[in-house]
Nanobody
Framework: QVQLVESGGGLVQAGGSLRLSCAAS????????IGWFRQAPGKEREFVAG????????LYADFVKGRFTISRDNAKNTVYLQMTSLKPEDTAVYSC??????????????????WGQGTQVTVSS
């Protein structure tokens, strides 16, 4: 059974940094895409970043380019989202998800097959 578990969220001041982790288990992820999404209160879920596990290619939403970095550790079966220069508008629940049969790194949540439970990120001004 596929399981994705996020960790690393918390409260940080504007301008600070956090690193989120997405630990994957249950299957071989080498052909999958792992995406990070976020959802703020009253807003729709939005794509943040994605990584093709095997090739390591990445895709970012425009609003995080230059501030966030997605990476993976094959030995630990974990994907990371390093977030720097955080802003209050980055406050949201961040979730990771796996697209099991990816043609591309999809931006739509509907293309992802498995989801973690999410971790709260709060950025104070």
């Amino acid at each position: 059974q596929v399981q994705l578990v996020e960790s690393g969220g918390g409260l940080v001041q504007a301008g600070g940094s956090l690193r989120l982790s997405c630990a994957a288990s249950g299957r071989t992820f080498s052909n999958s895409v792992i995406g990070w999404f976020r959802q703020a209160p009253g807003k729709e879920r939005e794509f943040v970043a994605g990584i093709r596990w095997g090739a390591g290619s990445t895709l970012y939403a425009d609003f995080v380019k230059g501030r966030f970095t997605i990476s993976r550790d094959n030995a630990k079966n974990t994907v990371y989202l390093q977030m720097t220069s955080l802003k209050p508008e980055d406050t949201a629940v961040y979730s990771c998800a796996a697209d099991w049969y990816p043609l591309i790194i999809a931006r739509s949540a509907r293309d992802y097959d498995y989801w973690g439970q999410g971790t709260q990120v709060t950025v104070s001004s």
